[in-house]
């Protein structure tokens, strides 16, 4: 007997994960597939996808079931899914995470925010969306994202057992994290429990998303002559403020004894400083704030101040942008300033 809620033309139903390196949507998926797999005696597929595997880069992982009779034949990404798992808020910048989402399909966001507000700044016009705050999960009980994540997951796809999860959690850390065992399990229930749902009614003709996948800027049609790259080889127009993870540092200039402490273990040079005088008419310089474009929220100048002027602060949407200090790059803008 089928226990799939859905499934499409070829008997499956498909999860798309999407989410930034670091976070574990990759594990996440390996073992929502196994507790699918071992614990419903359903056929399933897991694999991600990913460019540079470092902390920060955008990652994605599938998960297809189908019915015990059913051969999975396909591996191609998931184009058409009937669940999003968004485990980070700021992708909306760069990547569609609602691509391809089909018209009654369901939406799990990471956010803290309010229904109506995620759903104007995704475009998203019917379905059902899910919120969950993992992140405030995870920081509490001292896990990750991913298992919160995971236990919203369950709730939402009603099929599958959360006793074969926690069985899974069990297998995966006991060996070598036995003490990671209890809290992963209480993150489990607790993504599982604290998740809130909202649908939106969807039309009987209703369309889904269509599906777009990004091109490269330059390719075999485009590219130069002779393969000439035409723009400066560094990285001072790119945005890393997605990379975050949920925290960024919070700067009080009047703290501030200007120390350079923090532009001494920042990776990124995200301090912007500028010259001055001190009391006494000697020349120094002084930090005027920080330039979040370049911050991914690694937190070191907040763990190296020697005063209270950096902080730990859980990012909300716009306050980067609020209180971004912009760099100055006079080569790269054109002009010196």
Known sequence: MAILPKKNELGFFEIR????????????????????????????????????????????????????????????????PHVVGVFHEALYKTIDVVSGLAPDGILLVNSTRNFDEIKRDLKLEYGTLAIIDALQIAVEEKTKVNTAMLGALFRICEFLDPESMKNVIRKTFEKKYPHLVEPNIRTFERGYNEVQFKTYETPVDAQGKSFSRPMPILGYETQEIGGVITAQANSVLK??????????????????????????????????????EDKRGRKQMFLKGIDYQYCKGCLKCVEACPTTALSDLRETIGYAESHRVKHNFPYVAGGVS
């Open 239 to 276: 945005d890393l403020s997605g990379s975050r993870q949920g925290f960024l540092p919070k700067f009080e200039i009047e703290q501030c004894i200007n120390c350079a402490a923090c532009d001494t273990v920042c990776p990124d040079l995200c301090f912007v400083w500028e010259e001055g």
């Open 17 to 80: 994960l999407e989410s930034i390196g670091g976070l574990g949507a990759n594990l996440a998926g390996k073992m929502l597939a196994e507790a699918g797999v071992l614990g419903l005696g359903l056929n399933g597929s897991n694999f991600s996808s990913y460019g540079s595997e470092k902390k920060g880069s955008p990652v994605k992982s599938f998960i297809r079931f189908c019915d015990p009779a059913v051969e999975i034949r396909a591996h191609s990404p998931i184009e058409q």
